[in-house]
């Protein structure tokens, strides 16, 4: 589905990212996980073309994607829940989600039944049906990290990347962030799952890939990596 | 103080309605010019100083055409015009400025390609001033003891109707949506599949599009010349300081807030101070409401 190579991207002069390679297959959970400033973000934001990388191939499905701009990128299908969750302050709960189906309703994309995937959005997020008029911005974080994530899936896409759902957010929310993934999961949504939690995002991915300095110092099967020392020690906390 | 004694007697109570009048229809022309900086300041944070020039050629443009196309056939082509002349603007000014992420490149830009639209109209339709007929009746309308010229009324009617056709497009249509999103914010915007480029694109010709509207609308109560534009433009960015740069409300506002100020400091005081009042608002609102009297800034919570 999404396919990595030899990725090099950073900031101005400053390389960031020194050739990572990886691939997301269709239907998997995918984390990478990492500690602050391993380059996590950087790479969604090279591969979504927030950023643009300096070299190297991103291959969704057949196409070279990189160094498209984003919004090319949305219409070939990736949707990318970013860091901060970004979502538009000023407009109804309703409006951001139907933003998210921008491609669909301008028919870029196949339009399918945007209106069921309201319904679909406000059953596993009920908290934004009851809030579906009010403005964005004076949701609570975790009611706004809800609505990026219902946001991005509104898109339909073939694949979903999700930069540090749980950021900020107390323990119980954290908890139905990744109740939610989970759903998702079952649901055979493909995702890119960027986590700081490490543990957590283990449990639930297929694979795991572990960023340092921007590079990938582990990989494996995700249940592998859990209860790999070198990756517990480092990442894990010994937990 | 003796203009106050002025205002106060019976007879010349008339005079000053008269005035308010006058005053809100110039304040409406304020109005829109203003709600065109903010269509390009929502998507870009940037400004278009060559909305004057938009606004002349619009009025120039109509007043050849009239003759072929008659008042009511010639507004959709003036309309027409003015969104290519804005995309023109933000093409050629503006974008290369966003691009090279040159933080001040597009005042320039824009300041010199006004300049250029004007010499260009200097020497097409010549350096004198023009009458531009008015597609109504001249002859005033008696209101009580007010008299109001139709064209006057057109003015007000037509600003109200433009500010509303493009408010509406913002609120119902997903285009316009992906325009609000887009002033929300860009990066994520361009997430959701909106051609962000395109969208700044569109908001200059929008604002040009009100612009050489607004140009048909005074050109009849005003006079019609390639300098006609300079000096609205001046005062309706102070209106934009005025009622802060997001709300259109603020334009309306602010607008007639200037215009009456203005005619009124015309009459009562004297034709050489009636810019002064209207300055001093400006200073105050900076100085004790920054972001404009109808500025609002978005609630964030984290
Ligand atoms: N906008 C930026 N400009 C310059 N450097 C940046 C920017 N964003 C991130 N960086 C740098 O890139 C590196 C990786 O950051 P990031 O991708 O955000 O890491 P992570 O998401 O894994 O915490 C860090 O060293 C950070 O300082
Ligand atoms: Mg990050």
């Known amino acids: 589905m999404l396919k990595v190579q030899d990725l090099k991207a950073g900031y101005g002069r400053v390389e ?22 391993a380059g996590k973000t950087t790479t969604l934001r090279a591969i979504s073309g927030m950023l643009r990388p300096q070299s190297g191939a991103i291959l969704l ?32 709960v309703e409006d951001n989600l139907r933003l998210g189906a921008f491609v669909r309703l301008t028919g870029v994309r196949e339009k399918g039944d945007v209106e069921a995937d309201f319904d679909r959005m406000y059953d596993l997020f009920p908290r934004l049906k009851e809030r579906r ?35 900020g957010l107390a323990p119980r929310l954290v908890e139905g962030v990744f109740d939610t993934i989970r759903r998702l999961k079952e649901e055979h949504v493909t995702m890119l799952l960027v986590e700081q939690f490490a543990a957590m995002a283990l449990d639930v991915a297929d694979h795991a890939y572990v960023l340092e300095n921007g590079r990938i110092r582990f990989q494996g099967a995700a249940k592998s990596l859990r209860n790999d020392p070198a990756v517990r020690s480092a990442y894990l906390g010994g937990h | 103080m003796d203009w106050i004694s002025t205002l106060l ?41 060559g909305q004057g020039e938009a606004l002349m050629l619009g009025a120039m443009l109509g007043l050849t055409l009239l003759p072929y196309l008659g008042y009511w056939l010639m507004l959709p082509v003036i309309l027409i015009f003015g969104m290519a002349q804005g995309a023109v603007v933000e093409r050629l000014g503006v974008r290369p400025a966003i691009e090279t992420k040159s933080e001040f490149g597009w005042i ?3 300041i010199a390609l006004g300049i250029i639209f004007r010499n260009m109209a200097e020497n097409i339709w010549g350096r004198d001033d023009l009458k531009f007929p008015s597609p109504l009746p001249e002859t005033a309308i008696e209101l009580g003891t007010v008299r109001i010229l139709p064209a006057e009324i057109m003015v007000v009617v037509g600003a109200l109707l433009m500010m509303a056709a493009v408010e509406t497009f913002n ?6 949506k992906a325009f609000v999103a887009t002033s929300n914010d860009i990066d994520a915007a361009g997430l959701m599949g909106i051609d962000t480029r395109r ?12 612009a050489a509207f607004a140009g048909v609308l005074v050109a009849p109560v005003t006079l019609t010349g390639a300098t006609m534009g300079a000096v609205l433009a001046l005062k309706a960015f102070a209106v934009a300081i005025i009622g802060g740069l997001d709300s259109a409300l603020g334009a309306i506002v602010g607008g007639i807030l200037l215009g009456v100020i203005e005619t009124l400091t015309g009459y009562y005081v004297s034709t050489g101070y009636k810019d002064v009042p209207g300055l001093i608002l400006v200073l105050i609102v900076l100085a004790i409401r920054p ?3 109808f500025g609002r800034r978005t609630i964030k919570k984290v």
């Open chain 1, 16 to 37: 960031v990212l020194h050739g990572l390679s990886f691939h997301v297959p269709k239907g998997e959970l995918v984390t990478l996980i990492g500690s602050n400033g």
């Open chain 1, 61 to 92: 499905g057949d196409a070279d994607i990189a160094g498209l701009p984003s919004h090319q990128v949305a219409r070939r299908g990736l949707a990318h829940s970013p860091e901060g969750r970004r979502i538009f302050p000023s407009l109804s």
């Open chain 1, 133 to 167: 008029a009010q403005q964005a911005g004076t949701l609570s974080g975790g009611e706004q990290q809800m609505l990026a994530m219902g946001r991005a899936l509104m898109s339909r896409p073939e694949i979903l990347l999700l930069d540090e759902p749980s950021m």
């Open chain 2, 9 to 49: 007697q019976a007879p010349t109570t008339s005079i000053f309605w008269q005035l308010v009048a006058s005053g809100v229809a110039v304040g409406m022309i304020y109005a829109t010019i203003a709600f065109g900086y903010q269509l390009t300041f929502a998507t870009s944070k940037t400004l278009n100083f």
């Open chain 2, 108 to 110: 320039m830009a824009t």
């Open chain 2, 171 to 176: 609120r119902r249509s997903i285009y316009g």
């Open chain 2, 199 to 210: 969208v700044i694109t569109m908001s200059y010709a929008m604002s040009s599009m009100t």
């Open chain 2, 291 to 293: 972001a404009g009297l």
